[in-house]
């Protein structure tokens, strides 16, 4: 950290999206508040709450523009909804970076969203004389290109405005080696490759972390709306599904997951396996692919264990409840995320036939989410990519909190995952499955392989963080931008 005697600079970072759905940008205005010693202005759209840490700091300040939605008009003309939408847009943000906020010295603003936030920026860094870094997560034209095809006029004309805005900024940064390398040599782009790394809130949780997390979340886990599964029926015969029942677990020592007796906390040797997932629910993520796994893994444990269709639910359910351990757990999937598809896989969640999987959606605040990843036994990402150059944030995090990951396999995800050390890849849904049956096998004392590779997530999340590598990579950039012009 630098410190000066003069007034102190000043950074904007400009989001065209919900803030705390945003965490690179949240951990940017960190960095520039406390390594970089700047006052930091947020622009941002209203949403999600950021960040407690955000939402502490005295060096930051949040402004939030409202959304814009034109479905009507989006019935008549998709192409004039995103015309006049775009138009709409540009002339907000002008109006918040050139006259709702003090004069930053550098703009640092997050691509994807290009239009219009490119051209925004540019032309309010030109009027306030300030500098204007990109941080690119992915390529927007490979967005819209996922619905319209690469080869509509509206993703030609999106991917020339990117290139175009792109060409015009004071400094890049980027997350990947494969996009730095596509940046220099067919944008004509330098960029500085900065790694997404969890921040230090993202670690192992303790296990009185655990057990208090499990204390918060008892009403949405074992008591769902409309869905009967391997935890609700256990519940349920256990008499812990009435609103009294679960009153009184919330008081308790008492979860799914682990148990208290006097000031001892330990993990229940025949709990479910906890698998957790974030997802934006959208087209470059396909949740089919775990759901037909989550499928596979059902049948095949069965198949494995010699049961015939003819065993009803109830008495497998009733074993469990009366704390019989097999070779293979239940497992409970958490899917964290908001995004349009959600209800689509909600719906087809209640249809599955599944004995000794369930499945769980819902939103964590900013400050739980850390704690879930770290009390997880296993992460899965989805995430493929519309360019093929980014790199999923979600497999950071999960590898800051110790946990392993199965990760759907790309043409860069290698830069982050390293097979058999940190996590395995997988193609398909039943490869997907095969990985569940081996990973799980004799859990939870007997499950070497997923052992293993935990080990080797802790190895990861230790050898290097955030604040570390931006201090290393993007601080330079920054401070080239915000004291060298004038």
């Not at 890049?172 to 940046?183: I, K």
């Not at 886990?221 to 029926?233: F, L, Q, T, W, Y």
């Not at 020592?253 to 330990?266: A, E, H, K, R, V």
Request: net charge neutral; charged share 20%; with cysteine.
């Amino acid at each position: 950290m630098r410190s000066t005697e003069k007034k102190r600079g000043r950074a904007a970072v400009v989001v065209l999206g919900d803030i705390g759905r945003s965490p690179r940008m949240q951990y940017h205005a960190l960095s520039l508040a406390e390594q970089a010693n700047l006052e930091v202005d947020i622009v941002a759209n209203g949403g999600s709450d950021p960040h407690v840490a955000i939402r502490e700091n005295d060096s930051i300040r949040l402004y939030q523009m409202r959304s814009i939605h034109l479905r009507g008009l989006s019935k008549i003309s998709s192409a004039l909804a995103l015309v006049i939408k775009a138009a709409l847009q540009f002339v907000i943000l002008v109006w918040f970076l050139c006259v709702k906020i003090p004069r930053p010295d550098v703009f640092l603003v997050q691509n994807p969203p290009s239009v219009p936030t490119l051209a925004a920026v540019k032309l309010s860094s030109w009027l306030r004389r300030s500098k204007f870094i990109i941080d690119w997560h992915n390529f927007g034209y490979t967005l819209l290109g996922l619905s319209h095809g690469r080869s509509h006029i509206i993703v030609k004309t999106y991917h020339w405005f990117e290139s175009y805005f792109g060409r015009m900024a004071d400094g890049s940064l980027c997350v990947t080696r494969a996009m730095q390398h596509e940046l220099a040599e067919n944008w004509r782009i330098k960029a500085t490759m900065l790694y997404d790394q969890p921040p230090e809130f993202f670690h192992p949780a303790s296990m009185r972390q655990m057990h208090e997390l499990f204390s918060r979340l008892q009403n949405d886990i074992r008591r769902p709306n409309g869905v009967c599964d391997c935890v609700s029926a256990v519940a349920a015969q256990e008499g812990l599904d009435t609103d009294e029942a679960i009153t009184e677990l919330n008081q308790s020592s008492d979860t799914l997951f682990s148990s208290q007796i006097d000031s001892n906390i330990f993990l229940k040797p025949n709990r479910p396996a906890l698998v957790v997932s974030s997802t934006s629910w959208t087209p470059d993520e396909d949740f089919s692919i775990l759901l037909q796994a989550a499928l596979m893994y059902d049948r095949r444990v069965a198949a494995a264990l010699g049961e015939n269709d003819s065993i009803v639910e109830e008495k497998l359910w009733m074993d469990i409840s009366n704390g019989e351990q097999q070779l293979y757990p239940r497992l409970l999937f958490v899917i964290t995320g908001k995004g349009p598809e959600k209800k689509k896989y909600e719906e087809q969640i209640k249809k599955l036939k599944l004995r000794r999987v369930a499945f769980r959606t819902m939103w964590l605040s900013a400050e739980d989410y850390p704690l879930l990843l770290g009390s997880a036994d296993l992460g899965v990402s989805l995430h493929t990519s519309s360019s093929g150059l980014d790199l999923p944030m979600k497999v950071v995090d999960m590898f800051g909190c110790g946990l392993p990951v199965c990760a759907a396999s790309y043409s860069c995800i290698k830069e982050l995952v390293k097979v058999e050390k940190n996590g395995l890849l997988f193609s398909s849904p039943s490869e997907l499955a095969d990985e569940f049956m081996m990973l799980f096998k004799g859990f939870p004392e007997k499950c070497e392989a997923l052992k293993s590779l935990k080990d080797g997530a802790l190895a990861t999340s230790s050898s290097s963080r955030w604040s570390t590598e931006w201090e290393s990579h993007a601080l330079p950039l920054i401070f080239e931008a915000s004291f060298l012009y004038n």
